[in-house]
């Protein structure tokens, strides 16, 4: 299927004005890095793999809000919380990531107790506990000092199975929260049961689902693995392209994937979005996508040179873009609307990854024409340059020795 018929665009006529599109993208993603670092110590904003930190989910029951909780925390003494939406929208989750950086057991239930603390109300009754962030030891341990069915030897066993089938209904049916205490009465559990949960329960607007712990050696090594991953996958390619082609288009290929590569992390450092290791994963995508896009058209320009042997090799350059353009369009363009609807539809977990996938497939696509190609005309010229001097120096010296044997003669 071709989508163009018989192209005849001359790309390498505007490579100057796509080159300075590149350098000042490229410029304006390093300077934001420098100011970061300047700022904050990190070159972008590092999700908490690689930073270090703790997670900690929390499910509301109404829609929240961002900054009302950031406020909340701040009072609460815990400055610099990361907030962000979570899931669906219809969920209303939000994840809270924290600067406690301890791996302890109890760093897990400090940084839960701290946005507990941070968001729960003025406890309306002394004495009372909330339920949708009780453990089922606290309810079975309320429920024996209460005995509200009289249960005798078996009590411990008896209200142990009760809190679970409690904390139960609450987490899986009741999606983690609970609107009042009298709920917990459509889980099965008897009516005497749910009064002596309402002397010594009540029910906060929110849960803390779960908590997580990245140390900070733990967050330094993930970094050094990404790193060295996309490192790795760069010269990877160079030495195959090394192999498949020559080195000059191995190293045009590879300067094109790193130019990709720093404009998609200096756009997510100018947006201010934190790199994951989901964007990682991105990023090594859109790696191994340009250097396909790449390698399409130099098979193109390969077998035009040998063909057309009469032609520059800018013309021949040209050439091979225009009968390439066609799947250049209909591939990117089908890829590219696929992540875009990942991107506006997936939700904020697949936020960062498909963003950088969006990114990189316009850019990918946009560095294999005017960036990699380019550089291979670019690479010719400067040889023929280095081939004409010597002759012309020759030139030079065997015009100056004739005129010495005139002068002598």
Not at 204 to 212: G, H, I
Request: proline content about 2%.
């Amino acid at each position: 299927m071709e989508f163009f018929r018989n192209p005849n665009i001359r790309f390498l006529k505007y490579k100057w004005y796509f080159l300075a599109f590149s350098l000042v993208f490229s410029l304006a993603g390093l300077i934001s890095m420098g100011v970061r670092k300047h700022n904050t110590g990190e070159w972008v904003p590092l999700g908490v793999e690689f930073r270090g930190g703790t997670v900690v989910y929390v499910k509301f029951t109404h829609p929240p809000d961002n900054n009302a909780i950031r406020s909340a925390i701040d009072k609460s003494g815990l400055h610099n919380a990361r907030i962000q939406r979570f899931g669906e929208a219809k969920n209303n989750e939000v994840l809270i990531a924290l600067d406690i950086k301890e791996t302890s057991e109890q760093a897990l239930d400090q940084g839960k107790n701290q946005i507990i603390g941070a968001l729960e109300p003025v406890t309306p009754a002394a004495g009372k506990k909330d339920l949708n962030n009780a453990s089922a030891l606290d309810v079975s341990e309320f429920l024996m000092s209460k005995d509200p069915l009289h249960a005798g030897t078996d009590a411990a066993q008896r209200y142990a199975t009760l809190a679970q089938q409690i904390t139960s209904f609450r987490d899986k049916d009741s999606g983690g929260v609970l609107s009042s205490v009298n709920d917990v009465s459509r889980g099965g559990i008897a009516a005497e049961v749910v009064g002596s949960l309402n002397d010594g329960f009540y029910v906060s607007d929110f849960a803390v689902r779960n908590v997580e712990i990245v140390g900070p050696q733990v967050g330094q090594q993930l970094q050094t693995q990404a790193k060295l991953a996309i490192l790795y996958s760069l010269l990877g390619m160079l030495v195959y392209l090394w192999f498949r082609f020559e080195l000059i288009y191995g190293v045009a290929a590879v300067v094109a994937c790193f130019h990709d590569t720093l404009i998609t992390i200096g756009a997510f450092s100018l947006l201010n979005i934190e790199i994951s290791l989901t964007v990682v994963a991105a990023v090594l995508t859109l790696v191994g996508y340009s250097m396909n896009d790449t390698i399409v058209v130099f098979d193109r320009i390969r077998e035009n040179v040998k063909l057309l042997r009469r032609e520059s090799l800018a013309e021949i350059v040209d050439r091979s873009i225009n009968q390439t353009l066609s799947r250049t369009v209909l591939t990117s363009g089908l890829t590219f609307l696929t992540v875009l609807s990942l991107f506006l539809f997936g939700g904020e977990v697949l936020h960062g990854f498909s963003l950088a996938l969006v990114i990189g497939i316009v850019i990918g696509t946009y560095s294999s024409i005017f960036i990699a190609s380019p550089m291979l005309v670019a690479y010719q010229d400067w040889r023929l340059r280095k081939a004409r001097q010597p002759a012309q120096v020759a030139v030079a010296s065997g015009r100056r020795d004739r005129e010495k044997v005139r002068a002598k003669g």
